[in-house]
């Protein structure tokens, strides 16, 4: 998995790292049980703080998609398999969906186009899952 960055986005790094390794898990490319890189490893390798990469995971552990332990390191807890997720998870979901959906609404953004933006993603994702690339087999 290549994770990219932006240092010039009004994004901070430690979400664009959560939300490129969601990405990943989403369309299949880390599954349950895939070991993420060391805290300082990844800082190093991106050319980053390592507290910015342990605030990423801490966020990515909080959200339960992310097991850390100084035996087995960064290891991903859930993917699309797993089952349906924990009950605190709707909530905190709908909470984030909403400010998107506010977002979009803000701008002007036309409803029927907001939900064909959302089946199109939600169809990639799914056709990213269904692929089964050679470094998984």
């Not at 339960?64 to 979901?93: E, H, M």
């Not at 969906?97 to 199109?120: F, N, S, W």
Request: net charge negative; proline share 7%; glycine share 8%.
């Amino acid at each position: 998995m290549i994770l990219s960055i932006d240092l010039d986005s009004e994004v901070p790094i430690y979400q664009q790292l959560r939300d490129r390794v969601v990405e990943a898990i989403a369309s299949g490319e880390l599954r349950e049980g895939s070991q993420l890189p060391a805290i300082r490893q990844l800082g190093a390798d991106l050319g980053i703080n390592f507290h910015t990469v342990n605030k990423a995971y801490d966020l990515l552990r909080r959200e339960g998609l992310l097991r850390v332990n100084r035996k087995t390191g960064a290891v991903i807890q859930r993917d699309p398999r797993s089952g349906p997720p924990g009950p605190g998870f709707a909530p905190d979901w709908e909470a984030r969906l909403g400010t998107l959906l506010a977002e979009a609404v803000a701008h002007g953004v036309p409803a029927e186009e907001v939900l064909e933006r959302c089946r199109g993603r939600l169809a990639a994702f799914a056709a990213d899952a269904e692929e089964e690339p050679l470094n998984r087999r």
